[in-house]
């Protein structure tokens, strides 16, 4: 069989956009493995410090085989059902993790994906947060600041997947938008929404603040971190304490020991201690009450211990308290507090099984579209041929358009997926312009394709010029749909388009 290689550089472009198109989807995905992906890591948590590791992939658990995170969910549940530590081995990429505990390993794990299309928190599952400055507005500089600081604070909590951005709407009010994919902390409300004013005080007088003047670093692991024990109560609930080491800076190590030279010793069961103690306070609220050694009288120390404690109905529950206050707290001293107080405008959790079956309807939707439009082609044209080229020229437009998202990591989300139908759809409309010029016979085959063409051109920059504000309107919200419909046009004009018209010209001359 004889190839033809005749064909116009229109085509030709339109095929190695294809290809470079599906390289960039397909390349180095998942697409034929199994096991489940750990996404993010609690810091300090017992699975970080046995050898989890974000990025690794999971492929067994005890010899029986992880497919995904039903799997995965089904086998931890199964095996961690009693108070009693054990011993798991968990079989994954990059070799064996043996874990030892009473507890799940605080991972969050997600199922591989086949392609590097990455799908935002509406398809993917997650939270989302809009805040904006209570009771007062904030510049676009202030904006940007702050959505560094909430940024550092996920970060340091452990979270991946996190995409935090200043936004403005059309009426010049600034926002920060907050996104979390897959499973999120229950307190990232607090984390975002708490402005973090630190301080710790003798009696009225502060000691230090969680600012960067006064805090040199934060202990956050080895055995300056940690939980300390956990006791039992009276009323059946447990109680377990935490500590951890903060490094003062000398400021504030020499407040310290001003604040500490004349007070009084008091001696108790325990020991001896000052006559009064350091409170700690966050946002006004205090949050423990230490005694001050007395052998610390009067020194200048530069590191400090803070203590707490959390509570649960089970050990577990405690232990899972415990460490979220612990980090928590460490989190504002490392990060400092916000300049003002934000308040939450909106806040959304998605589930990603809603999402994948919204998608998966959207898409089928799109699919059933072509085909029925493509029918009513081939019924009022009668041309086999035509109705082929475009359904294939509509099918190749989204490819590129999602080996674009992929190529530049642009998350798809439900206002993407609409961007991309709505693309289908003035694609649709102009190969319709450019089926019906080509059966007009008052010019030549060349004139009229020519003038459909022009037609196209003038409809893309009035599209173009229509779709930018939406990059900017409802605080961002309509940024995936611009974005994707701008892509997929100018994909439209500079590719599939000129392609089109080329194999429309090939058909009409048969």
């Known amino acids: 069989m004889k190839i033809n290689l005749k064909l116009s550089w229109k085509i030709w472009l339109l095929i190695i956009a294809l290809f470079l198109s599906l390289v960039s989807i ?124 909430i940024n550092n604070r996920l970060n340091v909590y452990g979270l991946e997947d996190i995409k935090v951005s200043p936004i403005q709407d059309l009426s010049g009010t600034n926002y920060v938008s907050v996104e979390i994919g897959g499973k999120t902390p229950s307190d990232l409300e607090s984390l975002i929404s708490q402005q973090g004013n630190f301080e710790a005080k003798i009696g009225n007088d502060t000691v230090f603040q969680g600012e960067k003047q006064d805090i040199a670093s934060v202990a956050t692991s080895g055995q300056q971190s940690g939980l300390q024990q956990c006791n039992q109560q009276s009323d059946g609930s447990y109680v377990c304490t935490f500590s951890f080491a903060v490094y003062l800076s000398q400021s504030a190590a020499e407040r310290f020991a001003v604040l500490t030279q004349n007070l009084s010793v008091i001696s108790n069961s325990n020991g001896n201690y000052l006559s009064k103690n350091i409170d700690l306070f966050l946002d006004g609220q205090q949050l423990e009450s230490l005694q001050i050694s007395a052998d610390l009288k009067g020194r200048i120390n530069t590191q400090v211990s803070i203590q707490g404690s959390g509570v649960g109905a089970t050990e577990n529950d405690a232990i899972t308290n415990a460490t979220s206050q612990m980090k928590q707290l460490q989190t504002i001293l490392q990060t400092g507090s916000l300049p003002f107080k934000l308040e939450i405008v909106q806040l959304n959790t998605i589930s990603p099984l809603l999402g994948k079956n919204f998608t998966d309807t959207i898409l089928l939707a799109g699919l059933i579209a072509i085909l029925a439009v493509s029918i009513i082609v081939f019924i009022r044209y009668k041309r086999l041929k035509a109705s082929l080229a475009l359904i294939l020229t509509s099918i190749s437009e989204i490819i590129i358009i999602l080996g674009i998202a992929a190529f530049i990591k642009w998350n798809l989300d439900l206002p993407s997926i609409a961007g991309i139908l709505a693309t289908i759809g003035t694609g649709i409309d102009s190969q319709i312009i450019i089926l019906d010029e080509a059966k007009t016979k008052l010019m030549t085959l060349k004139q009229r394709l020519k003038r459909a063409f022009s037609i196209i051109l003038g409809s893309y920059f009035t599209a173009f010029v229509s779709l930018i504000p939406l990059v900017w309107a409802v605080a961002g919200f309509f940024k995936g749909f611009a974005f994707t419909t701008i892509i997929g046009i100018t994909v439209g004009i500079l590719i599939t388009r000129p392609a089109f018209v080329d194999i429309i010209n090939r058909i009409e001359k048969e």
């Open 26 to 149: 397909f390349s180095g995905a998942y697409l034929f493995q199994n096991g489940v992906v750990v996404s993010s890591i609690i810091p300090n948590s017992t699975a970080s410090v046995q050898g989890f590791k974000a990025g690794e992939i999971i492929t067994a658990i005890n010899s029986q085989q992880i497919k995904n995170t039903e799997d995965y969910s089904a086998a931890i549940q199964n095996l961690f059902d009693s108070n009693d530590s054990m011993k798991v081995t968990f079989d994954t990429d990059q070799g064996q993790v043996i874990y030892y505990s009473n507890i799940p390993p605080q991972i969050v794990v997600d199922d591989l994906s086949p392609t590097n299309l990455k799908t935002g928190l509406d398809l993917s599952g997650g939270a989302s947060a809009l805040v904006r400055a209570a009771n007062q507005s904030m510049t676009s500089e202030q904006a940007s600041e702050v959505a560094q600081m």
